[in-house]
């Protein structure tokens, strides 16, 4: 698909994959396309791959772009092949999302960076989307999700982005839905701003009747979660950090 062709299908629900691993602890791409078989041409709008629910932060980049050749020969236009490329350096960002639409990637879901969170203010995150969305020749969405970076996307550092149409939208996936209102009402009247959870779609968008909002369900829908609880007996889903490993 073109870019205003993917913009145009920018809408209803995407549905977040999960990244099965062997014992080993390496990518299991026969489940991963076995998965992604179950929930493709069903209805959705699109497939996230290597999002939160996709255990990103367990992935390497080369893991990531495999991810996305698997997916891309699963997922069919019209239906949104969306990758998430987000890293602490804008000039790692650039590369991984160059990568992954090289491979085949329709949007980019590029999560805030955080690590040096006093220094993350409007300036800082404009610069950063800037550069990213000038870098690619895809939609990029800006991905906030507070209770895992520590940096909440607020009404003044959002108020910038309103101005920089380079970039298309973004991904709010907060803790409660009422700390996104504010946001909301400032930000998707000129883009498209989806929901991170069922509950936050369904109450602040029926009720302020936010064209441009969409759904993004955490839970895969019913298939692929049958699919999912199948995968993770006796098969490890997460893989092991320094906080968890024994």
Same mark, same amino acid.
């Given at each position: 698909?073109?870019?205003?062709?993917?913009?145009?299908?920018?809408?209803?629900?995407?549905?977040?994959?999960?990244?099965?691993?062997?014992?080993?602890? *390496?990518?299991?791409?026969?489940?991963?396309?076995?998965?992604?078989?179950?929930?493709?041409?069903?209805?959705?709008?699109?497939?996230?791959?290597?999002?939160?629910?996709?255990?990103?932060?367990?992935?390497?980049?080369?893991?990531? #772009?495999?991810?996305?050749?698997?997916?891309?020969?699963?997922?069919?236009?019209?239906?949104?092949?969306?990758?998430?490329?987000?890293?602490?350096?804008?000039?790692?960002?650039?590369?991984?999302s160059r990568e992954?639409?090289?491979?085949?990637? *329709?949007?980019?879901?590029?999560?805030?960076?955080?690590?040096?969170?006093?220094?993350?203010?409007?300036?800082?995150?404009?610069?950063?989307?800037?550069?990213?969305?000038?870098?690619?020749?895809?939609?990029? #969405?800006?991905?906030?999700?507070?209770?895992?970076?520590?940096?909440?996307?607020?009404?003044?550092?959002?108020?910038?982005?309103?101005?920089?149409?380079?970039?298309?939208?973004?991904?709010?996936?907060?803790?409660?839905?009422?700390?996104?209102?504010?946001?909301?009402?400032?930000?998707?009247r000129d883009s498209?701003?989806?929901?991170?959870?069922?509950?936050?779609?369904?109450?602040?968008?029926?009720?302020?009747?936010?064209?441009?909002c969409w759904a993004?369900?955490?839970?895969?829908?019913?298939?692929?979660?049958?699919?999912?609880?199948?995968?993770?007996?006796?098969?490890?889903?997460?893989?092991?950090?320094?906080?968890?490993?024994?």
């Open positions: 698909m073109t870019r205003n062709e993917v913009i145009k299908n920018l809408q209803g629900v995407i549905c977040p994959v999960v990244t099965p691993f062997n014992r080993r602890g *390496d990518v299991d791409e026969g489940f991963f396309r076995e998965n992604l078989s179950r929930i493709t041409g069903i209805g959705l709008a699109g497939i996230l791959v290597a999002g939160s629910t996709g255990e990103a932060p367990y992935l390497a980049e080369s893991e990531r #772009l495999r991810l996305v050749e698997v997916a891309r020969e699963v997922v069919k236009a019209p239906e949104i092949l969306m990758v998430g490329t987000g890293l602490e350096s804008t000039n790692a960002t650039v590369k991984l992954a639409v090289a491979r085949g990637a *329709d949007a980019l879901l590029v999560l805030t960076p955080n690590y040096y969170k006093p220094r993350m203010d409007s300036a800082a995150l404009v610069a950063h989307y800037r550069r990213v969305a000038a870098g690619v020749t895809r939609p990029v #969405l800006i991905y906030s999700i507070p209770q895992f970076t520590g940096l909440r996307l607020t009404r003044r550092r959002s108020s910038s982005s309103r101005d920089c149409r380079m970039w298309w939208g973004s991904k709010k996936a907060p803790a409660s839905w009422i700390s996104c209102v504010p946001f909301c009402a400032r930000f998707a498209v701003c989806w929901w991170g959870q069922y509950p936050f779609f369904t109450t602040p968008c029926a009720q302020a009747r936010w064209e441009r993004w369900p955490i839970s895969p829908p019913r298939s692929a979660w049958a699919f999912t609880k199948r995968s993770s007996t006796g098969v490890p889903r997460k893989r092991a950090t320094c906080s968890n490993a024994s």
